[in-house]
């Protein structure tokens, strides 16, 4: 794909051009590009060693390294990678990961940031930062820093919808279809563990961790439907309803104990996100918790409204993972959070 400049255009109209955009005049939808490589949420940050080093190093770190909202324990929103210029110029291994940020700085620059969507690989996102020195970099860096996040996790989506296509859940994923008119993309180890008439539950259980996603339609009444508090009361009453946890008795729910301050012990996170043929949509991060039961970990909820603003769609993806070895509780959540993002009305 050709490089798109998008230093003098808003972030709103860059999307629009660099989805659209193609070089030679061939339509990507027919050019086959091999699999892009990498590990869940790495990145490969290319870059020498005097340019990768003090506070434009601190500058990847503050944004890639920084903890994963959301989560019981700490782990890092990427891994980062560092290379050399010619390591990647010269290694076809490289060229083809899926996640890339390119920082070169040299005086002859133009001081511009260009954006390659699938160029080597698919899906694969580089970031490209052509500065003159370092204090334009720096600068660049944090003004595209959330366009960037945005973009790379999009390419994290992406993947996860890709893998779990090839492995097609056809009965899960017909049964969704069916009953609430829009698409959801489950792999063949998902299996359906309840449903009701707006209602399913959709898990994978292995050795060493579980993971679901719930479905819950209602109809749209105002736009308090998408307020935190009233987000997190509809999960706790579908949780306790249909999701038991292993003991007798027990059931999931939100984990929204407080300190003496009023602060959850474990953090809430809430953001309005823009969500494909969706006029309006929240994403909210924290942790549930088995009650009558020791049980627990994070989840993700968006909270969408249909485009015929009739009906609200609240698809919730959690983990379980006890041991967190070798699977780790950022990576099994962004299997479940693709899952929502693979929505198709």
């Known amino acids: 794909m050709k490089k798109s400049f998008i230093g003098v255009l808003s972030l709103l109209l860059v999307t629009a051009l660099l989805v659209s955009s193609c070089g030679n005049g061939k339509d990507p939808n027919t050019v086959q590009k091999?699999?892009?490589?990498?590990?869940?949420?790495?990145?490969?940050?290319?870059?020498?060693?005097?340019?990768?080093?003090?506070?434009t190093k601190a500058l990847i770190d503050s944004i890639f390294s920084s903890p994963q909202l959301g989560l019981p324990q700490m782990e890092k929103k990427f891994d980062i990678v560092n290379i050399p210029m010619s390591s990647y110029k010269n290694t076809e291994m490289f060229k083809v990961h899926r996640n890339v940020i390119l920082l070169d700085v040299n005086p002859s620059n133009?001081?511009?940031?260009?954006?390659?969507?699938?160029?080597?690989?698919?899906?694969?996102?580089?970031?490209?930062?052509?500065?003159?020195?370092?204090?334009?970099?720096?600068?660049?860096?944090?003004?595209?820093?959330?366009?960037?996040?945005?973009?790379?996790?999009?390419?994290?989506?992406?993947?996860?919808?890709?893998?779990?296509?090839?492995?097609?859940g056809y009965d899960v994923n017909e049964s969704i279809k069916k009953k609430f008119g829009f698409g959801l993309t489950f792999s063949n180890e998902f299996s359906l563990a309840k449903e009701d008439v707006d209602f399913a539950w959709v898990r994978k259980e292995a050795k060493d961790f579980g993971i679901g996603v719930i479905v819950d339609v209602f109809p749209y009444e105002s736009k308090a439907d998408f307020?935190?508090?009233?987000?997190?009361?509809?999960?706790?009453?579908?949780?306790?309803?249909?999701?038991?946890?292993?003991a007798d008795n027990s059931y999931m729910g939100i984990e929204r104990r407080r300190d003496q301050g009023g602060n959850y012990l474990a953090p809430i996170y809430s953001k309005v996100v823009d969500f494909d043929s969706s006029e309006y949509a929240v994403e909210t991060?924290?942790?549930?918790?088995?009650?009558?039961?020791?049980?627990?970990?994070?989840?993700?909820?968006?909270?969408?409204?249909?485009?015929?603003?009739?009906?609200?769609?609240?698809?919730?993806?959690?983990?379980?993972c006890p041991r967190n070895k070798p699977w780790t509780k950022r990576d099994l959540l962004m299997q479940v959070e693709s899952i929502c993002w693979s929505l198709k009305w």
């Open 34 to 55: 091999k699999g892009s490589s990498g590990k869940t949420l790495e990145l490969l940050v290319v870059a020498n060693e005097d340019v990768y080093t003090g506070d």
């Open 285 to 320: 991060r924290g942790c549930w918790r088995a009650f009558g039961d020791f049980m627990g970990g994070p989840f993700v909820t968006y909270t969408i409204l249909s485009p015929d603003k009739k009906q609200v769609v609240m698809l919730t993806g959690y983990v379980y």
């Open 110 to 168: 133009p001081d511009k940031v260009y954006m390659h969507i699938d160029e080597y690989a698919a899906p694969q996102v580089i970031v490209d930062f052509a500065c003159k020195d370092v204090n334009s970099l720096q600068n660049n860096i944090r003004k595209y820093q959330e366009f960037m996040f945005r973009e790379l996790y999009k390419a994290e989506h992406r993947r996860v919808i890709k893998a779990f296509k090839g492995m097609n």
């Open 227 to 246: 307020d935190e508090n009233h987000i997190l009361d509809r999960l706790d009453t579908t949780m306790k309803h249909y999701i038991p946890a292993s």
